[in-house]
């Protein structure tokens, strides 16, 4: 986590650049298409009729065209709009606001919770090497061995068979047990998996500031504790050219949170007093503090990128800049997404 690292599996060249944000002098060919893209905009989740044909969601990226496909198809444009959907549930909100929390949005964020206990229960073992403590592999072990008990909590009874479709996407939100790694790719199949909860009916648009406020906050307390205390490895890490070693989706989330803020901007990351008071009410300056808490050094060395971005004017085009640069650099790139899955919910 900080700047002399390891090399990373899943290895990726630097990204040309954060479309719409920062301030390339001589922005590559795919910066630029990435800079006049449309912003992605949010569109409703259609819910799956019964009877549903449940299936195990299998991995069918494997090219540049596979990427084409995924986004020209229905399935690629809901997944997009319910990133955006979700982003604009929390447009103005402070995590602490009141919303709608219903019985599902109370179970998952307790299922996050119990897997937060696992941790106390399998202390990492002593080792030289910094990076990947193997007491990771008896994390995931559990979660191979419970979660399909987890999803069942969740499901109605006629949705019961439901668990084979949703557990893989599950299984695959929290980091891979073999290279003991954890990136941007399993933050989306966590996303993935919310949107199939979405596609049963089982949350709806008036839950999304829940799923974000609650449930995904859950899952980024969850993931931070995973990450400090078996030291996972980051996947398809930028090093330093990325805009975050682990995440992506609290960026977005976090500047809509702060869309006509009165008096934070984007500038604002730089004033310690703000990041102390207020981290734990806005995932962006949340996500800066613990950059800063795990990195050493200075944020313009260890993290330009996040440092470029504070010198937009407004929330809002970082915003809808984090939005596309999601596309591009995240959706859109076969080594983060060939790990993706398409079933019955969300189809090939």
Sequence with gaps: MDQMRMPAPLSMPPPVSHPDMGHNPNPAPQMTLAALAPVPQPRPVPVVQPPIAFQVPRKRINNPSDIEHFHKSEAGKIFLGFIAGLSASMEGKKLSDYCRESPLIKTLCNILEEMSSWIDQLPPKQQPARYGNPVFREWQTWLEERGPGLMVRILPEDLKEGVV?????????FGNATRIDYGTG?????????????????VNEDDYQALVARVFVKYL????KLQ???????????GVWG???Y???????????????????????????ILENFSHEYL????????????KGVLAEHSPIIDDISAVATWNKVNSGMLKMYKAEVLEKVPIMQHFLFGSLIKW
């Excluded at 479709?165 to 939100?173: I, K, R, T, V, W």
């Design 284 to 295: 962006y300056l949340g996500c800066v503090q613990f950059v800063k808490k795990v990195k």
């Design 228 to 238: 400090t205390t078996y030291w996972l490895e980051p996947a398809g890490s930028h």
């Design 186 to 202: 399993h933050e989306t199949n966590f996303a993935a998996w919310l949107l199939c909860l979405a596609r049963l009916g089982l």
């Design 247 to 273: 995440h992506f989706l609290p960026f977005i989330f976090g500047s809509a949170q702060l869309k006509d803020h009165k008096y934070m901007k984007p500038k604002s990351i730089h004033n310690a007093d």
């Design 243 to 245: 805009l975050d070693d």
């Design 221 to 224: 307390d969850l993931m931070r």
């Design 165 to 173: 479709e949703l557990f893989p996407y599950f299984a695959d939100s």
